[in-house]
């Protein structure tokens, strides 16, 4: 119980966090996808099976902060989560400098998994599609979401209400 | 491969999918605006605090990363002060005149309307400047459609959903934007739209009307419930449609969107 509010208090607070950050503090004004990267983090060391509702209930909560269509956001990380812990589970290997650098590229992969996705859905209006492969917005959001994953990868890692630690190990196939 | 499909990690994914295509169907009935008001409810004291000491933040940023450059500043600065001190004896002769237009183009100062002060909490997370959310709701007796202005009259929007204790501020740089607009010099008039929130342009304007480089654009107050006279942004671009039926041109807003803290619903005229 106590791992599922600290979870979700995580959630909650990344997506708050994701829409009142101002965007004065980023490149381009352009601000970072906190949860996709609690997604992306999470899939990758839990797998998809033992996160899909998470990854829902993330998607949903995002929605509803961020002010967007019900199901949007949810989408779109269901369809990460699963491909990020499809790969994890095939090409993980054990040593832990790799890892952060496997995680990162699956980063910047899920970044513009997301754009693409929520562009397609019609988050952003008619036309989101040109907006949704914006250059300059695309260049910043994976800087942004990488400076930001930096920051937050070792601490979300070394939660252990999140990742007891027989889940930390990692799966080599 | 088929069986593939069928394995239990595919059926969650796909389960989870219908469901979420089910809620976007539901949407637009509003069916699960309860839910998202309960919950903006508890997230609203959080958006405040991140908001601003966020902003706080990026001030400190600011200052921090121009400190190097405050020496030079300074110089030009002093040079700077010189020249404005004999600009405003200018300017002062210049308001007379000014007033005198407004009252010719029929321009009512933002003074003359019954404004809400608002703080900004959140933004469109996307990086587009579609919208913005503000502080006050419905209880402050905010509504569907009202103008939202900042400092001088200048619109930036319109509210778009009200809750409770926020709403929603869509953005004239937002691609469902539509506003009767006139060009302040030549009375030129056409619509502004959204142009997916990059920028705003203005369309319809007859081919025999006038349109020049660097004029103002305003809100002419034909339909809608946006009144005539709030300045927009400033003509950078003039074209031409692909039929050459109608000119257009690219306006640039007055206002950065992303930089705004404090902006006013205008709830009616005093």
């Known amino acids: 119980m106590y791992q599922r509010i600290v979870t979700f208090s995580l959630i909650f607070l990344a997506a708050v966090a994701q829409v009142s950050l101002a965007p004065s503090l980023f490149f381009g004004a352009v601000p ?25 209930l993330a998607g949903l909560t995002l929605d509803i902060v961020a002010l967007e269509r019900f199901g949007i956001d949810a989408i779109s990380f269901l369809v990460i989560s699963f491909g990020v812990a499809f790969f994890s589970e095939r090409f993980f290997v054990r040593q832990r400098s790799w890892t952060f650098l496997w995680v990162t590229s699956l980063v910047v992969a899920g970044t513009l998994i997301n754009q693409i996705i929520i562009g397609l859905l019609g988050v952003i209006g008619p036309g989101s599609l040109a907006s949704a492969f914006s250059l300059r917005i695309g260049a910043f959001k994976i800087l942004n979401n990488l400076i930001v994953f930096a920051l937050i990868y070792r601490p979300i890692v070394s939660l252990r209400s999140v990742f007891p630690a027989e889940e930390s190990r990692l799966i080599v196939k | 491969m088929a069986n593939k499909f069928f394995s239990p990690k595919f059926i969650k994914l796909f389960a989870a999918l219908a469901v979420c295509l089910g809620l976007i169907f539901l949407n637009p009935k509003n069916l699960l605006n309860p839910v998202r008001e309960i919950f903006l409810g508890v997230a609203y004291p959080f958006q405040k605090v991140f908001y601003l000491t966020s902003e706080k933040a990026g001030d400190v940023l600011s200052l921090l990363s121009s400190i190097g450059e405050l020496k030079t500043e300074n110089k ?24 005198d237009l407004r009252k010719q183009l029929k ?33 402050s007796g905010i509504e569907t459609g009202m103008p939202v202005i900042v400092y001088d009259g200048i619109l930036i ?107 006013f619903v205008v709830k009616g005229s005093m």
């Open chain 1, 32 to 56: 970072p996808d906190v949860v996709l990267l609690l997604i992306v983090i999470w899939s990758s060391r839990k797998g998809f099976e033992k996160f899909w509702l998470w990854a829902l």
């Open chain 2, 76 to 99: 030009k600065l002093i040079q700077e002060n010189g020249k404005l001190a004999s600009q405003v004896t200018l300017l002062q002769g210049q308001q007379k005149e000014n007033e």
């Open chain 2, 107 to 139: 321009l009512i100062p933002a003074k003359n309307y019954q404004l809400e002060a608002m703080t900004v909490i959140a933004q469109d997370s996307h990086g587009l400047g579609s919208w913005l959310m503000a502080d006050k709701g419905r209880s």
């Open chain 2, 157 to 263: 929007g319109k509210v778009g959903e009200v809750y409770a204790n926020s709403c929603k501020i869509i953005l004239l740089t937002d691609s469902s934007t539509s506003i009767n607009a006139t060009d302040a010099a030549t009375g030129a008039k056409g619509i502004l739209i959204g142009e997916y929130g990059l920028g705003l342009t203005l369309d319809m304007v007859e081919q025999t009307e006038v349109l020049n480089q660097g004029d103002d654009i305003v809100t002419s107050g034909l339909g809608g419930n946006v009144p005539k006279g709030f300045l927009i942004g400033r003509v950078a671009q003039i074209r031409s449609s692909a039929d050459k039926l109608f000119q257009g041109a690219l306006v640039i807003p007055r206002v950065k969107y992303s930089d705004l803290d404090t902006i």
